[in-house]
């Protein structure tokens, strides 16, 4: 869950029209045109999560981020069964209560629960759950792994560098690769890693 409290505001008369900022957005709120030659940035202020990438990325500093109206990024995993929360969460190899964003200590679970919410693209969940909204790192690869065991396949637009691919984890090692390097025991891996996916949940707030 994540409070957005400012949202980017661009400084025309700097901007270049690089194109930095769409490219780098995760919720592909920006799209810079040429107007009579002139660059153009429209913001969709109503998908925009606040997360400062383009701010950060801009090379000609012509954005800087203002307050806004803040509202909320979050989706109330008590509303859905959580034995099928558990199972998806299973399914992507996470314990429910894995922490998948650091910037927003969102946790595995309400990942789970924000697509059965329906969301089935990772601009989607960024927007329901906030995961992804901050540095857009280490959530990167849950949000895709989770997608991935929901079944939902999907575009990235074109000019966007966000969203490239899910990397291999232990779970994808074939045995050709296993039986070619004995020294990295990916099975050891797996069986200590299977152990945390199914260890019981607690309560947190007991
Ligand atoms: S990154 Fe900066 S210079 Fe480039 S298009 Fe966006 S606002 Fe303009
Ligand atoms: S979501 Fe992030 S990168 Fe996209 S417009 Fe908002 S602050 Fe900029």
């Known amino acids: 869950m994540k409070t957005v409290r400012v ?5 025309m ?5 690089c194109k930095n900022c769409q490219m780098v957005c995760p919720v592909y709120a920006i799209e810079v045109a040429r107007v009579d030659g002139k660059p153009q940035v429209n913001i969709n202020f109503d998908v925009c999560v606040g997360c400062w990438n383009c701010e950060q990325r801009c090379p000609d500093h012509a954005i800087s981020m203002v307050p806004c109206e803040p509202f909320d990024l979050a989706t109330d995993v008590s509303r859905f069964d959580y034995d099928e929360i558990r199972a998806l969460c299973r399914k992507a190899h996470f314990h429910p209560k894995q922490i998948v964003c650091y910037c927003t200590a969102t946790r595995a679970e309400e990942l789970a629960a924000a697509i059965l919410d329906g969301a089935s693209d990772p601009a989607q969940l960024v927007r329901a759950t906030g995961a992804g909204s901050g540095c857009g790192i280490e959530c990167n690869q849950p949000i895709l792994r989770f997608l991935e065991a929901a079944g939902k396949t999907f575009e990235r637009p074109k000019q966007s560098y966000q969203w490239y691919g899910r990397t ?15 020294g990295f025991r990916f099975d050891n891996d797996r069986e200590l890693l299977d152990s945390v996916v199914d260890a019981p949940v607690h309560d947190l707030k007991s």
């Not at 008369?13 to 029209?17: A, F, N, P």
């Not at 291999?168 to 039986?179: P, Q």
């Open 13 to 17: 008369e700097l901007c270049r029209g």
């Open 168 to 182: 291999a984890t232990v779970w994808d090692v074939s045995d050709k690769v296993k039986k070619e390097h004995p």
């Open 7 to 11: 949202q980017p505001q661009v400084d």
